[in-house]
Protein backbone atom coordinates (compact mmCIF):
# COMPACT_ATOMS: atom_id res chain seq x y z
CA UNK A 1 0.00 0.00 0.00
CA UNK A 2 1.32 3.14 -1.11
CA UNK A 3 1.25 5.41 2.40
CA UNK A 4 2.06 8.31 0.82
CA UNK A 5 0.08 8.61 -1.69
CA UNK A 6 -2.88 8.12 1.02
CA UNK A 7 -2.00 10.71 2.97
CA UNK A 8 -1.69 13.34 -0.22
CA UNK A 9 -5.26 12.56 -0.62
CA UNK A 10 -6.35 12.63 2.74
CA UNK A 11 -4.46 16.21 2.66
CA UNK A 12 -6.37 17.18 -0.74
CA UNK A 13 -9.54 16.50 0.96
CA UNK A 14 -9.45 18.48 4.18
CA UNK A 15 -7.74 20.95 2.17
CA UNK A 16 -11.12 21.10 -0.02
CA UNK A 17 -13.29 20.75 3.27
CA UNK A 18 -11.39 23.79 4.89
CA UNK A 19 -11.58 25.96 1.56
CA UNK A 20 -15.32 25.20 1.19
CA UNK A 21 -15.77 26.48 4.96
CA UNK A 22 -13.82 29.46 4.60
CA UNK A 23 -15.86 30.48 1.17
CA UNK A 24 -19.05 30.25 3.32
CA UNK A 25 -18.22 32.30 6.18
CA UNK A 26 -16.19 34.78 3.58
CA UNK A 27 -19.49 35.24 1.61
CA UNK A 28 -21.14 35.65 4.84
CA UNK A 29 -19.24 38.09 6.37
CA UNK A 30 -18.86 40.08 2.83
CA UNK A 31 -23.52 39.84 2.10
CA UNK A 32 -24.42 40.85 5.70
CA UNK A 33 -21.09 43.30 6.77
CA UNK A 34 -21.44 40.88 9.79
CA UNK A 35 -18.74 41.93 12.84
CA UNK A 36 -16.85 39.55 14.24
CA UNK A 37 -15.22 41.64 16.83
CA UNK A 38 -18.70 43.06 17.86
CA UNK A 39 -20.16 38.84 18.09
CA UNK A 40 -17.33 38.48 20.24
CA UNK A 41 -17.06 41.50 22.60
CA UNK A 42 -18.63 39.70 25.17
CA UNK A 43 -17.59 35.96 24.85
CA UNK A 44 -17.45 34.32 27.98
CA UNK A 45 -15.13 31.30 27.35
CA UNK A 46 -15.72 29.17 30.23
CA UNK A 47 -19.19 28.29 28.59
CA UNK A 48 -17.12 27.30 25.29
CA UNK A 49 -15.06 25.02 27.53
CA UNK A 50 -18.42 23.16 28.53
CA UNK A 51 -19.42 23.12 25.04
CA UNK A 52 -15.86 21.45 23.72
CA UNK A 53 -15.68 19.10 26.64
CA UNK A 54 -19.69 17.77 25.34
CA UNK A 55 -17.87 17.99 21.24
CA UNK A 56 -15.58 15.59 22.77
CA UNK A 57 -17.71 13.17 24.81
CA UNK A 58 -19.06 12.36 21.43
CA UNK A 59 -16.21 10.06 20.07
CA UNK A 60 -15.68 9.00 23.96
CA UNK A 61 -19.30 7.80 24.20
CA UNK A 62 -19.31 6.44 20.31
CA UNK A 63 -15.96 4.64 21.56
CA UNK A 64 -17.52 3.17 24.36
CA UNK A 65 -20.38 1.99 22.64
CA UNK A 66 -18.69 -0.17 19.94
CA UNK A 67 -16.36 -1.19 22.76
CA UNK A 68 -19.47 -2.77 24.50
CA UNK A 69 -20.89 -4.26 21.15
CA UNK A 70 -17.63 -6.02 20.37
CA UNK A 71 -16.34 -6.97 23.57
CA UNK A 72 -19.34 -9.41 23.12
CA UNK A 73 -17.66 -10.79 20.40
CA UNK A 74 -13.93 -10.73 21.35
CA UNK A 75 -13.47 -9.78 24.80
CA UNK A 76 -10.18 -8.59 24.44
CA UNK A 77 -11.09 -5.52 22.75
CA UNK A 78 -9.58 -2.33 24.67
CA UNK A 79 -11.67 0.74 25.43
CA UNK A 80 -8.70 2.70 24.09
CA UNK A 81 -8.68 1.00 20.96
CA UNK A 82 -12.67 1.44 20.48
CA UNK A 83 -12.32 5.21 21.51
CA UNK A 84 -9.53 5.81 19.03
CA UNK A 85 -11.55 4.19 16.32
CA UNK A 86 -14.31 6.40 16.96
CA UNK A 87 -12.19 10.04 16.39
CA UNK A 88 -10.40 8.17 13.43
CA UNK A 89 -14.15 7.26 12.34
CA UNK A 90 -15.20 10.82 12.99
CA UNK A 91 -12.12 12.51 11.32
CA UNK A 92 -12.83 9.95 7.95
CA UNK A 93 -16.53 11.19 7.89
CA UNK A 94 -15.88 14.52 7.90
CA UNK A 95 -13.64 14.60 5.23
CA UNK A 96 -15.56 12.17 2.60
CA UNK A 97 -18.49 12.79 0.56
CA UNK A 98 -21.55 11.68 2.34
CA UNK A 99 -19.47 10.15 5.20
CA UNK A 100 -18.48 7.55 3.24
CA UNK A 101 -15.07 6.71 4.49
CA UNK A 102 -16.17 6.62 8.31
CA UNK A 103 -16.76 2.69 8.72
CA UNK A 104 -14.14 1.35 6.60
CA UNK A 105 -11.63 3.43 8.80
CA UNK A 106 -13.10 2.61 12.12
CA UNK A 107 -13.20 -1.10 10.96
CA UNK A 108 -9.20 -0.22 10.03
CA UNK A 109 -8.46 0.61 13.19
CA UNK A 110 -9.84 -2.45 15.43
CA UNK A 111 -8.93 -4.81 13.00
CA UNK A 112 -5.43 -3.42 13.88
CA UNK A 113 -6.27 -3.90 17.40
CA UNK A 114 -6.79 -7.76 16.56
CA UNK A 115 -10.57 -8.05 16.63
CA UNK A 116 -11.64 -10.20 13.46
CA UNK A 117 -13.05 -8.24 10.50
CA UNK A 118 -16.30 -9.98 10.52
CA UNK A 119 -16.86 -9.60 13.88
CA UNK A 120 -15.72 -5.62 13.65
CA UNK A 121 -18.83 -5.99 10.66
CA UNK A 122 -21.01 -7.48 12.63
CA UNK A 123 -20.60 -4.72 15.61
CA UNK A 124 -20.37 -1.74 13.13
CA UNK A 125 -23.89 -2.84 11.71
CA UNK A 126 -25.62 -3.37 15.17
CA UNK A 127 -24.12 0.08 16.69
CA UNK A 128 -25.43 1.59 12.53
CA UNK A 129 -29.31 -0.23 13.85
CA UNK A 130 -28.78 2.13 17.23
CA UNK A 131 -28.01 5.14 14.73
CA UNK A 132 -30.53 4.52 13.06
CA UNK A 133 -33.21 3.97 15.51
CA UNK A 134 -31.79 6.86 17.21
CA UNK A 135 -33.08 8.88 14.11
CA UNK A 136 -36.26 7.27 13.28
CA UNK A 137 -37.21 8.19 16.66
CA UNK A 138 -36.21 11.28 16.50
CA UNK A 139 -38.08 12.24 13.29
CA UNK A 140 -40.84 10.60 14.58
CA UNK A 141 -41.07 12.94 17.55
CA UNK A 142 -40.80 15.92 15.56
CA UNK A 143 -43.40 14.70 12.98
CA UNK A 144 -45.46 14.66 16.21
CA UNK A 145 -44.57 18.17 17.61
CA UNK A 146 -44.97 19.60 13.99
CA UNK A 147 -48.74 18.00 13.29
CA UNK A 148 -49.48 18.90 16.62
CA UNK A 149 -48.32 22.83 16.25
CA UNK A 150 -45.84 22.47 18.90
CA UNK A 151 -42.83 23.25 16.66
CA UNK A 152 -42.51 25.84 14.37
CA UNK A 153 -39.39 26.14 12.38
CA UNK A 154 -38.34 28.48 9.00
CA UNK A 155 -38.79 26.00 5.87
CA UNK A 156 -41.92 24.14 5.76
CA UNK A 157 -42.22 22.69 2.91
CA UNK A 158 -38.57 21.56 2.48
CA UNK A 159 -38.41 20.14 6.18
CA UNK A 160 -41.19 17.77 5.75
CA UNK A 161 -39.64 16.22 2.30
CA UNK A 162 -36.44 15.90 4.95
CA UNK A 163 -38.21 14.25 7.13
CA UNK A 164 -40.13 11.94 4.95
CA UNK A 165 -36.75 11.24 3.06
CA UNK A 166 -35.04 10.76 6.48
CA UNK A 167 -37.73 7.87 7.50
CA UNK A 168 -37.78 5.81 4.50
CA UNK A 169 -34.10 5.87 3.73
CA UNK A 170 -33.16 4.94 7.43
CA UNK A 171 -36.38 2.93 7.83
CA UNK A 172 -35.44 1.15 5.18
CA UNK A 173 -31.93 0.40 6.22
CA UNK A 174 -32.80 -0.78 9.39
CA UNK A 175 -35.25 -3.15 7.80
CA UNK A 176 -32.69 -4.23 5.17
CA UNK A 177 -30.23 -4.56 8.86
CA UNK A 178 -32.73 -7.74 10.45
CA UNK A 179 -33.83 -9.11 7.14
CA UNK A 180 -29.91 -10.04 6.38
CA UNK A 181 -29.04 -10.31 9.73
CA UNK A 182 -31.81 -13.29 10.22
CA UNK A 183 -32.29 -15.01 6.69
CA UNK A 184 -28.98 -14.96 5.19
CA UNK A 185 -29.54 -16.86 1.77
CA UNK A 186 -30.87 -12.83 1.00
CA UNK A 187 -27.83 -11.41 1.89
CA UNK A 188 -26.18 -14.25 -0.07
CA UNK A 189 -28.46 -13.90 -2.58
CA UNK A 190 -27.64 -10.05 -2.93
CA UNK A 191 -23.67 -10.76 -2.69
CA UNK A 192 -24.05 -13.47 -5.72
CA UNK A 193 -26.33 -10.54 -8.14
CA UNK A 194 -23.41 -8.03 -7.15
CA UNK A 195 -20.39 -10.09 -7.99
CA UNK A 196 -21.27 -9.79 -11.43
CA UNK A 197 -21.09 -5.94 -12.29
CA UNK A 198 -18.22 -5.95 -9.89
CA UNK A 199 -16.72 -8.75 -10.73
CA UNK A 200 -15.98 -7.25 -13.84
CA UNK A 201 -15.07 -3.91 -12.37
CA UNK A 202 -12.34 -5.43 -10.15
CA UNK A 203 -11.13 -7.74 -13.08
CA UNK A 204 -10.79 -4.55 -14.88
CA UNK A 205 -9.04 -2.35 -11.68
CA UNK A 206 -6.57 -5.75 -11.72
CA UNK A 207 -5.60 -5.87 -15.23
CA UNK A 208 -4.65 -2.05 -14.42
CA UNK A 209 -2.94 -2.47 -11.57
CA UNK A 210 -0.74 -5.16 -13.44
CA UNK A 211 1.02 -2.43 -15.05
CA UNK A 212 2.29 -1.18 -11.68
CA UNK A 213 5.24 -2.84 -10.77
CA UNK A 214 4.19 -3.00 -7.23
CA UNK A 215 1.09 -4.27 -7.29
CA UNK A 216 2.01 -6.72 -10.59
CA UNK A 217 2.13 -10.01 -7.88
CA UNK A 218 -1.00 -8.95 -6.01
CA UNK A 219 -3.07 -8.59 -9.24
CA UNK A 220 -1.76 -11.48 -10.82
CA UNK A 221 -2.39 -13.82 -7.81
CA UNK A 222 -5.90 -11.83 -7.88
CA UNK A 223 -6.25 -12.98 -11.57
CA UNK A 224 -5.46 -16.40 -10.91
CA UNK A 225 -8.21 -17.14 -8.40
CA UNK A 226 -11.73 -15.56 -10.01
CA UNK A 227 -14.39 -15.45 -7.70
CA UNK A 228 -12.67 -15.84 -5.03
CA UNK A 229 -13.73 -12.85 -3.33
CA UNK A 230 -17.53 -13.85 -3.85
CA UNK A 231 -16.42 -17.34 -1.98
CA UNK A 232 -14.79 -15.01 0.92
CA UNK A 233 -17.96 -13.07 1.12
CA UNK A 234 -20.51 -15.65 1.38
CA UNK A 235 -18.63 -17.32 3.98
CA UNK A 236 -18.69 -14.08 5.69
CA UNK A 237 -22.35 -13.90 5.64
CA UNK A 238 -22.94 -17.02 7.44
CA UNK A 239 -20.21 -16.14 10.07
CA UNK A 240 -22.10 -12.63 10.61
CA UNK A 241 -25.07 -14.59 11.25
CA UNK A 242 -23.68 -16.64 13.63
CA UNK A 243 -22.19 -13.69 15.17
CA UNK A 244 -25.77 -12.15 15.48
CA UNK A 245 -27.00 -15.28 17.02
CA UNK A 246 -24.13 -14.65 19.55
CA UNK A 247 -25.72 -11.04 20.38
CA UNK A 248 -29.51 -13.13 20.76
CA UNK A 249 -28.10 -14.81 23.22
CA UNK A 250 -25.91 -13.12 25.54
CA UNK A 251 -25.45 -9.76 23.93
CA UNK A 252 -28.94 -7.61 24.87
CA UNK A 253 -27.11 -5.99 27.50
CA UNK A 254 -24.69 -4.58 25.45
CA UNK A 255 -27.34 -3.49 22.64
CA UNK A 256 -29.23 -1.66 25.55
CA UNK A 257 -26.24 0.11 27.08
CA UNK A 258 -24.92 0.80 23.22
CA UNK A 259 -28.45 2.31 22.56
CA UNK A 260 -28.28 4.67 25.92
CA UNK A 261 -24.40 5.81 24.81
CA UNK A 262 -25.80 6.73 21.49
CA UNK A 263 -28.85 8.91 22.83
CA UNK A 264 -25.79 10.35 25.19
CA UNK A 265 -23.14 11.00 22.37
CA UNK A 266 -26.21 12.30 20.40
CA UNK A 267 -27.02 14.84 23.03
CA UNK A 268 -23.78 15.71 23.85
CA UNK A 269 -23.14 16.84 20.37
CA UNK A 270 -27.05 18.86 19.99
CA UNK A 271 -26.45 20.45 23.52
CA UNK A 272 -23.01 22.25 21.84
CA UNK A 273 -25.09 24.81 20.43
CA UNK A 274 -26.77 25.86 23.68
CA UNK A 275 -23.41 26.40 25.24
CA UNK A 276 -22.33 28.23 22.40
CA UNK A 277 -25.19 30.98 22.91
CA UNK A 278 -23.84 31.08 26.47
CA UNK A 279 -20.51 31.76 25.56
CA UNK A 280 -21.14 34.36 22.96
CA UNK A 281 -23.40 36.05 25.35
CA UNK A 282 -26.62 35.62 23.19
CA UNK A 283 -30.21 35.15 24.95
CA UNK A 284 -31.21 31.48 25.23
CA UNK A 285 -35.00 32.50 24.73
CA UNK A 286 -35.70 32.56 21.22
CA UNK A 287 -37.14 35.78 19.86
CA UNK A 288 -39.86 33.46 18.04
CA UNK A 289 -41.79 30.44 19.09
CA UNK A 290 -40.19 27.42 18.11
CA UNK A 291 -41.30 24.94 20.45
CA UNK A 292 -42.49 23.73 24.03
CA UNK A 293 -39.93 23.49 26.74
CA UNK A 294 -37.05 24.61 28.27
CA UNK A 295 -34.69 26.15 26.09
CA UNK A 296 -31.78 23.87 25.82
CA UNK A 297 -34.47 21.01 24.93
CA UNK A 298 -36.18 23.62 22.23
CA UNK A 299 -32.03 24.32 20.68
CA UNK A 300 -31.15 20.43 20.98
CA UNK A 301 -34.55 19.62 19.30
CA UNK A 302 -33.74 22.04 16.05
CA UNK A 303 -29.95 20.35 15.89
CA UNK A 304 -31.45 17.44 15.64
CA UNK A 305 -33.35 18.16 12.72
CA UNK A 306 -30.25 20.25 11.21
CA UNK A 307 -28.62 16.94 11.71
CA UNK A 308 -30.89 15.30 9.33
CA UNK A 309 -29.39 17.79 6.64
CA UNK A 310 -26.00 16.79 7.37
CA UNK A 311 -26.38 13.33 7.06
CA UNK A 312 -27.48 13.80 3.54
CA UNK A 313 -25.22 16.15 2.33
CA UNK A 314 -23.27 15.19 -0.55
CA UNK A 315 -20.22 17.63 -0.06
CA UNK A 316 -17.38 16.75 2.42
CA UNK A 317 -18.11 17.68 6.10
CA UNK A 318 -21.00 19.22 4.95
CA UNK A 319 -19.91 22.05 3.94
CA UNK A 320 -22.34 24.80 2.70
CA UNK A 321 -25.37 23.00 3.67
CA UNK A 322 -24.10 23.26 7.29
CA UNK A 323 -23.66 26.80 7.36
CA UNK A 324 -26.82 27.79 5.40
CA UNK A 325 -29.25 24.73 7.26
CA UNK A 326 -27.68 26.36 10.67
CA UNK A 327 -28.23 29.99 9.90
CA UNK A 328 -31.75 29.35 8.65
CA UNK A 329 -32.99 27.17 11.89
CA UNK A 330 -31.12 29.20 14.40
CA UNK A 331 -32.54 32.64 13.02
CA UNK A 332 -34.71 32.79 16.11
CA UNK A 333 -31.43 32.88 18.29
CA UNK A 334 -28.62 33.97 16.23
CA UNK A 335 -28.87 36.90 14.33
CA UNK A 336 -27.01 40.04 13.11
CA UNK A 337 -23.42 40.37 14.35
CA UNK A 338 -23.89 37.44 15.92
CA UNK A 339 -24.43 34.82 13.32
CA UNK A 340 -20.45 34.83 11.79
CA UNK A 341 -19.31 33.98 15.27
CA UNK A 342 -22.02 31.29 15.83
CA UNK A 343 -20.91 29.83 12.65
CA UNK A 344 -17.35 30.03 13.10
CA UNK A 345 -17.59 28.11 16.97
CA UNK A 346 -20.11 25.56 15.78
CA UNK A 347 -18.47 24.53 13.43
CA UNK A 348 -14.76 24.04 15.17
CA UNK A 349 -16.59 22.84 18.15
CA UNK A 350 -19.29 20.23 16.60
CA UNK A 351 -16.48 19.06 13.49
CA UNK A 352 -13.09 20.61 13.42
CA UNK A 353 -12.47 19.65 17.32
CA UNK A 354 -13.12 15.65 17.21
CA UNK A 355 -11.60 15.78 13.25
CA UNK A 356 -8.42 17.28 14.64
CA UNK A 357 -8.11 14.48 17.46
CA UNK A 358 -9.12 11.86 14.83
CA UNK A 359 -6.31 13.13 12.44
CA UNK A 360 -3.71 13.06 14.73
CA UNK A 361 -4.84 9.49 15.20
CA UNK A 362 -4.79 8.99 11.55
CA UNK A 363 -1.69 10.49 10.63
CA UNK A 364 0.45 8.49 13.54
CA UNK A 365 -1.28 5.74 12.67
CA UNK A 366 -0.31 6.27 8.68
CA UNK A 367 3.12 7.68 9.89
CA UNK A 368 4.31 4.69 11.54
CA UNK A 369 4.09 2.14 8.84
CA UNK A 370 0.62 0.43 10.74
CA UNK A 371 -0.87 -0.28 7.49
CA UNK A 372 1.63 -1.68 5.47
CA UNK A 373 3.20 -4.09 8.22
CA UNK A 374 -1.11 -5.00 8.35
CA UNK A 375 -0.94 -5.93 4.50
CA UNK A 376 1.96 -8.10 5.31
CA UNK A 377 0.86 -9.67 7.93
CA UNK A 378 -2.13 -10.47 6.26
CA UNK A 379 -0.60 -11.57 2.91
CA UNK A 380 1.56 -13.86 5.17
CA UNK A 381 -1.13 -15.08 7.13
CA UNK A 382 -2.68 -16.56 3.37
CA UNK A 383 0.27 -17.77 2.25
CA UNK A 384 0.00 -19.56 5.43
CA UNK A 385 -3.38 -20.57 4.67
CA UNK A 386 -2.75 -21.64 1.43
CA UNK A 387 0.22 -23.90 2.50
CA UNK A 388 -1.68 -25.88 5.04
CA UNK A 389 -4.02 -26.50 2.62
CA UNK A 390 -2.15 -28.15 -0.13
CA UNK A 391 -0.31 -29.99 2.83
CA UNK A 392 -3.91 -31.34 3.68
CA UNK A 393 -4.49 -31.94 0.33
CA UNK A 394 -1.47 -33.89 -0.06
CA UNK A 395 -2.03 -35.89 2.65
CA UNK A 396 -5.77 -36.30 2.03
CA UNK A 397 -4.32 -37.93 -2.02
CA UNK A 398 -1.58 -39.76 0.19
CA UNK A 399 -4.20 -41.55 2.03
CA UNK A 400 -6.47 -42.61 -1.12
CA UNK A 401 -3.53 -44.03 -2.75
CA UNK A 402 -2.67 -46.14 0.19
CA UNK A 403 -6.47 -46.83 0.33
CA UNK A 404 -6.35 -47.70 -3.19
CA UNK A 405 -3.82 -50.20 -2.83
CA UNK A 406 -4.39 -52.24 0.31
CA UNK A 407 -7.04 -54.61 -1.88
CA UNK A 408 -4.83 -55.65 -4.15
CA UNK A 409 -2.44 -56.35 -1.62
CA UNK A 410 -5.25 -58.31 0.24
CA UNK A 411 -6.09 -60.14 -2.67
CA UNK A 412 -2.63 -61.65 -3.40
CA UNK A 413 -2.60 -62.59 0.55
CA UNK A 414 -6.21 -64.59 -0.52
CA UNK A 415 -4.69 -66.50 -3.61
CA UNK A 416 -1.34 -67.29 -1.32
CA UNK A 417 -3.28 -68.80 1.10
CA UNK A 418 -4.98 -71.10 -1.72
Known amino acids: MNRATLIRGIQLIVTLTLASFAYVLYSEIHDEQASLAAGLAHVRPGWLLVGAVLALQEGVFGGLRIWSLGRVLWPELRVRTAVTSEFVLMFCAGVTPGQAGAAPSQAAVLVHGGMRLVDVATASLLTASCTVTFFLLTAAAIFALRYSGMLVVQGGQQIEWLLLFTVVMFGAALVALIAAAAYPPLLKAIVRALSVPLGRLLRAALLGARRVPRLRAR ?65 TTPSTFVSVGPPIFQVILIQALLNFALYMSPTPGASGVAELGSNALMSPWVQGAFVVPYVVLWRVLTLFLCMFVGGVYVFRYLGTDVLEERVKQTEAEKRALEEAARAEAARAEAEDARGAGRPEENAGRRRGVG
Not at 224 to 245: M, N
Not at 253 to 263: I, N, Q, S, V
Open 219 to 283: ADAALAAPGSTTARLLRSVDEFHQGFRIYMRRGKRAYAAALLLTFGFFCSRFAVAYFILLGLGIP
